[in-house]
């Protein structure tokens, strides 16, 4: 048997090579389609970024990386237009579901009300708060 080292330390090479070759492995597996990066952006007539939504779609999911909506725009209904923005944009692109992780002292219950379920939490995580994982299906 070869002799293996442990490397340790972030190079970001070696993390596409493990992304491809995990990649490559999933595909042997099921039907896999190229990852597809999306962002939708509040912009002001400057082009000033007020807001915005970054996320992903793979396997017929879209997934909300990102949700931020400054302070001064926010109580007026632009997090919940980016996430309608999202969800018309996954379904016209055939996804399934919409996930996402948000925390205790963010926004669970506004997702909430925007009809997203939970699917676990993470207790004290980070110390003193809740990590939440919802979703919700596209029909």
Known sequence: MTHL??????????????????ITHNKNLIDYT??????????????????????HIDWECFFVDILWVDESLRGLGKGQQLI??????????DCRLIRLET???????????????EMGKLEDFPKGYTHYYLYKELT
């Open 84 to 93: 309608q923005e999202a969800e018309d944009y996954a379904r016209k692109k």
């Open 34 to 55: 190229e990852e597809e990066k999306v962002n939708f952006m509040l912009k002001d007539e400057e082009e000033n970024i007020l807001g915005g939504l970054v996320g």
């Open 103 to 117: 925390f205790s002292f963010q926004a669970p219950a506004f997702y909430k009300k925007l009809g997203f379920k």
């Open 5 to 22: 080292t442990l490397h340790t330390g972030y190079q970001e090479e070696d993390t596409y090579f493990m992304k491809y070759k995990l």
